[in-house]
């Protein structure tokens, strides 16, 4: 088994806050993990301490089987943080957000060949804002400039994608779309996904895996095996509740 990430007694503290309580777990290729848990319960600070953007206070990170401190090769990982909303008067187009994305292939300042202009058109048909790659990126929908953000993860086809809570403002009808590009990617290209969101149901349906974080890491397992009322209770509180849905609802626990 291919390891992807491997977290070993991470902690991280901020100031004297512990944001991230001593946690281990691994990742492998192809896997599809979502992680859950309440607002503050250190998600967003997990994943920038993989992605090496915090040093961990304690403890250890591998991507790939290299230590954190020794990788380098960050054109095999993509990352889409939490989404806030462009200036409608940023004067960039799509075309060049997404070529931002291949800085870590050919660094800042070199000139864009034909193969990476062919590679940027097919990130923008495959996330389907070819039609918009002329257009402001700041006057797009939410759910558009999320999309322009995946496009510039993907465009320097990675190994592993990581997002952070990428739905959220985005309407039910786009999410609907991102999942089944995502669902893609996992399956059909093989790319490893570290998904992080508060939308329990709709990410119990799509990972591999799931991880309950509350500062520690409480369970990670399947999602059938994870998803029991004692562990959303321990996660969220006591009175959470698992409520059935014959279709895709968009809140599969209640508070």
């Not at 200036?87 to 960039?92: H, R, S, T």
């Not at 759910?143 to 403002?169: F, H, K, N």
């Amino acid at each position: 088994m291919n390891l992807v990430i491997e977290l070993c007694g991470v902690t991280f503290d901020h100031g004297p806050v512990r944001a991230v309580d001593d946690v281990s777990l691994t990742v492998a290729s192809g896997d599809f993990l979502g992680i859950i848990g309440p607002n503050g319960s250190g998600k967003t600070t997990l994943l920038r301490v993989m992605l090496g953007l915090l040093p961990p206070t304690s403890g250890s990170v591998r991507l790939f089987g290299c230590p954190l401190p020794n990788f380098h090769d960050w054109r095999r990982i993509g990352y889409v943080p939490q989404q806030t909303t462009l200036d409608p008067g940023l004067p960039v187009t799509v075309e060049e957000v997404v070529a931002t994305g291949l800085v870590t292939t050919r660094g800042w300042f070199s000139r864009r060949g034909v193969a990476e202009r062919a590679r940027l058109g097919v990130v923008l048909d495959f996330v389907g804002m070819r039609s918009h790659e002329t257009a402001r990126v700041g006057r797009l929908s939410a759910g558009q400039q999320q999309r322009v953000l995946i496009a510039r993860a993907l465009v320097s086809e990675p190994d592993l994608l990581i997002l952070d809570e990428p739905t959220g403002g985005i309407d039910a009808e786009a999410q609907t779309g991102f999942y089944s590009l995502l669902r893609h990617l996992n399956h059909e290209r093989g790319v490893t996904v570290v998904l992080v969101s508060h939308d329990v149901g709709v990410i119990a349906r799509e990972v591999t895996s799931l991880a309950c974080l509350n500062r520690r890491l409480l369970v990670c397992g399947r999602p059938a095996d994870v998803l029991t009322e004692p562990a959303l209770s321990a996660l969220y509180g006591a009175s959470v509740r698992i409520i059935g849905h014959e279709l895709p609802c968009p809140h599969a626990v209640d508070e």
